[in-house]
């Protein structure tokens, strides 16, 4: 991240992330990368371009990889305004849908969950600085650039973002391995579903600090990943409720 003429902005990249920061009109597009001939997709960006002038430099993919620093970027890459971040708490009677990322440290997997909390009509993120990885270019990418409609605020921790959960009146589910089935579960509203890390699960500090809920699996002895566990809990709580 680097500042410009007085603008924190930072790179995306992909036709997806491009096309739905564009649709959000969230945060503005101020250049884009791209190859001749033109990437196949071209066409959904050039359909959403802004009035204001965005310039368009024409590149190598070579190029493009290097700036991505990754091959994954469908021929396109942006600069781009910092992404907004809510900057206060959830309330719970506009936001009584929420996901807690708990220390997920791979962003394809916090790309991956926020693209289905955009999808299940969740209201509300809440990631944490220590211990997760950040919303960068990798992870909206996973996320087909579904990030761009979600509010999103940023907890200095684990422990401070149930204080506050808790205070302002919400319920914290928290994804286990000892909890009661997810699948028959009554999730009671207005709520967060926690989700912890990869590897070491829902932070210890935050164990004792909700109800705990199991996605019934095969054998004992393996797990869902990460984000396939939220996108299943996410869907459970969206059609209890009728969100989609």
């Known amino acids: 991240m680097t500042k410009t003429k007085n603008v924190v902005g930072e790179l995306i990249y992909g036709i997806h992330p491009v096309v739905e920061l564009l649709k959000a009109k969230r945060r503005k597009l101020i250049s884009l990368?791209?190859?001749?001939?033109t990437p196949k997709s071209w066409e959904q960006i050039e359909r959403l371009m802004p009035a204001y002038p965005v310039q368009i430099q024409y590149v190598t993919r070579d190029v493009l990889t290097r700036m991505a620093e990754?091959?994954?970027h469908q021929g396109v890459v942006a600069w781009v305004h910092a992404f907004p971040f809510r900057k206060k708490f959830f309330e719970p009677e506009h936001s009584p849908f929420l996901v807690m990322l708990d220390g997920i440290q791979d962003p394809r997997n916090v790309g991956a969950i926020l693209r289905s909390a955009q999808c299940t009509?969740?209201?509300?993120?809440?990631m944490t600085q220590k211990g997760s990885a950040p919303i960068n270019a990798a992870a909206i990418k996973a996320a087909a650039g579904l990030s761009e409609h979600l509010e999103i605020y940023v907890a200095t921790s684990a422990s401070a973002a149930i204080r506050e959960l808790k205070q302002a009146g919400y319920t914290p589910y928290l994804a286990t391995f000892d909890g009661q089935n997810a699948a028959v579960c009554q999730f009671k509203r207005p709520l967060c579903m926690v989700i912890g890390?990869?590897?070491?699960?829902?932070?210890?500090?935050v164990l004792s600090q909700g109800i705990h809920i199991t996605l019934p699996q095969k054998q004992s002895d393996i797990s869902y990943n990460a984000s396939v566990a939220a996108g299943i809990l996410l869907f459970l709580v969206s059609t209890q409720n009728q969100k989609i």
């Open 33 to 37: 990368y791209t190859t001749k001939p």
């Open 70 to 72: 990754s091959s994954d």
């Open 121 to 126: 009509g969740f209201d509300g993120v809440i």
């Open 197 to 205: 890390g990869e590897g070491m699960g829902v932070s210890k500090e």
